[in-house]
């Protein structure tokens, strides 16, 4: 399968944990999208790179949100000191530029 | 600010039948339209797009209409099979580079 793989599919944390997702996109996508996504609602974009640059990162949740894509492949997203209003499935998705997105499965995550 | 909604929240049809599914937006800059379904817990799947200057785009079994006038947009889907039953999202692109704005959703059931 050579599509977008989110890693963990899913996540239990204690709220004030760290916790770090990781998104690998299409292989030759140069673009990559974080999104976050919450029960009935539609994804809701936080930031996004391309290749290395990350072009936006105001739609970040708050300082404790942050993301790299380090060698303008894979990419990870971190939030530090959890709460329970981050519980959500967050959402990665790839395009090249100009293109259509494609999805990983999410990650779930929840915090205790 | 910009916003993309739908007008219904959910819709049952037939199986058989043809449904159809509407959104408005709100940016009348917004130059790219994308439909996504979304079963449950699984990412978005991408179904159809559109750019701004057509006003009807076909895929198989899906249609997708574009009425930049009133700021509407709509996902018609023939024959409509269990197998559609999902979350479908429409979303739209400033420029066809920007990240997507999604809007809130329509659960589709099919009725066999």
């Known amino acids: 399968d050579t599509g977008v793989s989110q890693d963990p599919r899913h996540k239990i944390t204690k709220r004030g944990q760290n916790v770090t997702f990781r998104c690998d996109p299409i292989?030759?996508?140069?673009?990559l999208y974080w999104y976050r996504q919450t029960l009935g609602q539609g994804p809701e974009f936080l930031t996004y790179?391309?290749?290395?640059?990350?072009?936006?990162k105001s739609r970040l949740l708050s300082d404790r949100f942050s993301a790299e894509r380090p060698k303008g492949s894979f990419s990870t997203l971190e939030i530090q000191r959890t709460e329970q209003g981050d519980s959500a499935m967050y959402l990665c998705?790839?395009?090249?530029?100009?293109?259509?997105?494609?999805f990983g499965s999410g990650t779930q995550l929840s915090v205790l | 600010g910009e916003s993309v909604g739908l007008h219904l929240p959910t819709l049952s049809v037939q199986e058989g039948d043809n449904s159809i599914i509407n959104c408005a937006y709100s940016n009348s800059a917004s130059d790219y339209f994308i439909w996504y379904k979304q079963e449950s817990g699984k990412g978005p799947q991408f179904i159809i797009d559109i750019r701004s200057n057509m006003d009807k785009r076909q895929g198989q079994r899906v249609t997708v209409l574009l009425n930049k006038t009133v700021k509407h947009l709509s996902l018609q889907i023939a024959a409509t099979q269990p197998g559609d039953s999902a979350v479908y999202f429409c979303?739209?692109?400033?420029?066809?580079?920007?990240?997507?704005?999604f809007g809130k959703g329509t659960r589709l059931s099919v009725i066999a």
């Open positions: 292989s030759e996508h140069n673009r």
């Open positions: 979303a739209e692109s400033g420029s066809g580079n920007t990240p997507l704005v």
């Open positions: 790179f391309q290749n290395e640059a990350q072009l936006e």
């Open positions: 998705a790839s395009s090249l530029l100009g293109g259509k997105l494609f």
